[in-house]
């Protein structure tokens, strides 16, 4: 039967940015959710100094709790080498940091869709950075998982990889063992495209998954296209929405997980964007479906 974990999307700005909140607070807040885990973000400004590494995996270890992932951004696709050289080594201390926190995955990206980058050179650059870091989360113990990305909240582009042929080529072009797909399935809505039909062609390679629900606040996703580029994180008009209540169809994905043999695996939590109440709602949602699915 999978398992939950939780990533707090409401809490990103406090955590990362202006740190007005602790990851001690988070920890506390998300022992009351029905979850056995917590997705952690490479990015929380308590992490950038390792000594705090253990003493935090600690406190996620007193409430009953693992951290299974690390959701990460590296920016691959950069046509400068010596800023990719820098990335694989970003990438490697955050590996590093998944490993002592306990964790088994480590999540990578294509990079941003930049404009002067072309898509041959796009999914080579991609390609041989995360087999660079691949081989080197071999030695941890540690599973790279690329996700059907959308966007990093920090970032000024969408992701190279967003549509499902640029994905499902890159995830192809990539050599190495301990690599697999963290599958989303509300950003190939975002793509113009259908979850299901992204998921029935990388089933067998979904190790983790990110749950989650979207609709926009108004528009189109053609006029997403115009407002994506240029600006730092999500356009204005693209909202997280309570998982259950928006566009994806939980059966069909879940159908399609338990026939691949997703059974023991993580899926994590990217909602709460309104408020814990919500984050407590969608918890609640797929633990029901995941009984549904996955009967003892």
């Known amino acids: 039967m999978p ?8 809490y990103m700005q406090a955590l990362c940015k202006d740190g007005t909140m602790s ?14 885990g917590l997705e952690w973000y490479a990015g929380f400004l308590e992490m950038q100094d390792r000594i705090n590494w253990a003493p935090i995996r600690r406190k996620v270890e007193e409430k009953g709790l693992t951290i299974p992932m690390m959701c990460c951004s590296p920016d691959f696709t950069h046509p400068d080498q010596t800023f990719r050289q820098e990335q694989i080594e970003q990438e490697k201390f955050w590996i ?11 999540r990578v990206l294509s990079g941003q869709r930049r404009p002067e980058v072309s898509r ?8 041989q950075c995360i087999e660079t870091c691949a081989e080197y989360a071999a030695t941890k113990g540690i599973t790279l998982i690329i996700e059907n990305h959308y966007k990093d909240d ?13 994905f499902c080529d890159l995830c192809d072009a990539v050599d190495a063992p301990n690599f697999g797909v963290n599958y989303d399935p509300s950003n190939t809505i ?23 629900d979207r609709y926009l606040l108004e528009g189109t996703i053609e006029d997403l296209r115009r407002d994506e580029t240029g600006a730092e994180g999500y356009a204005k008009r693209l909202s997280h929405g309570e ?24 899926i994590s939590i990217e909602d709460g964007v309104d408020g814990f109440d919500q ?9 029901r479906k995941i009984a549904q699915h996955w009967p003892s």
């Not at 041959?120 to 390609?127: C, L, P, R, V, W």
């Not at 259950?244 to 997980?257: E, P, R, T, V």
Request: glycine share 6%; charged share 25%.
């Open 3 to 10: 398992k939950l974990a939780a990533f707090p999307k409401l």
């Open 23 to 36: 990851l001690a607070e988070w920890i506390e807040m998300a022992a009351e959710l029905p979850v056995q």
């Open 96 to 106: 590093d940091m998944t490993h002592e926190l306990g964790g088994q995955f480590c």
């Open 120 to 127: 041959e050179d796009g999914i080579q650059f991609a390609a």
């Open 154 to 166: 920090f970032w000024n582009y969408p992701e190279f990889a967003q549509r499902m042929d640029v």
């Open 190 to 212: 975002l793509a113009g495209e259908d979850p299901l039909d992204l998921l029935r062609r990388v089933a067998t390679k979904v190790v983790t998954m990110h749950a989650s």
């Open 243 to 266: 998982i259950g209540k928006g566009l994806n169809d939980y059966d069909a994905i879940f159908s399609i997980l338990k026939s691949a043999g997703f059974d023991d695996n993580w």
């Open 279 to 287: 984050l407590m709602r969608s918890a609640e949602f797929l633990q």
